[in-house]
Nanobody, 123 residues
Framework: QVQLVESGGGSVQAGGSLRLSCAAS????????MGWFRQAPGKEREGVAC???????IYPDSMQGRVAISKDNAENTLYLQMDSLKPEDTAMYYC?????????????????WGQGTQVTVSS
């Protein structure tokens, strides 16, 4: 059974930073694509950052330069470093994984999801 557990969310001031973690169980982080997604109230879920087994990263234009996705294969953990946070970044952030490698950073192909961790950015 695949389990993804996010942590590291919280409340920060605009311009601040957060580092989210996703601990995976029943799934090997190094094998297939994983990603971070977010969803704010009244909005659709959107991709924040994705990464393939080879380490190729995918970022939406809106996130370029502000986020960095990485993974520690030894710890079987996925990370998301977020800098220069803005109030519009406020959302529930989810870790996700899929059964195959590559692809884009859309939420639909992802099969496994964590419970989410709340990120709140105040102005």
């Amino acid at each position: 059974q695949v389990q993804l557990v996010e942590s590291g969310g919280g409340s920060v001031q605009a311009g601040g930073s957060l580092r989210l973690s996703c601990a995976a169980s029943g799934y090997t982080v190094s094998r297939n694509s994983m990603g971070w997604f977010r969803q704010a109230p009244g909005k659709e879920r959107e991709g924040v950052a994705c990464i393939t087994s080879s380490g190729r990263t995918i970022y939406p234009d809106s996130m370029q330069g502000r986020v960095a996705i990485s993974k520690d294969n030894a710890e079987n953990t996925l990370y998301l470093q977020m800098d220069s946070l803005k109030p519009e970044d406020t959302a529930m952030y989810y870790c996700a994984a899929k059964r195959w490698d590559g692809g884009d950073c859309r939420p639909n192909p992802y099969n496994y999801w964590g419970q989410g961790t709340q990120v709140t950015v105040s102005s």
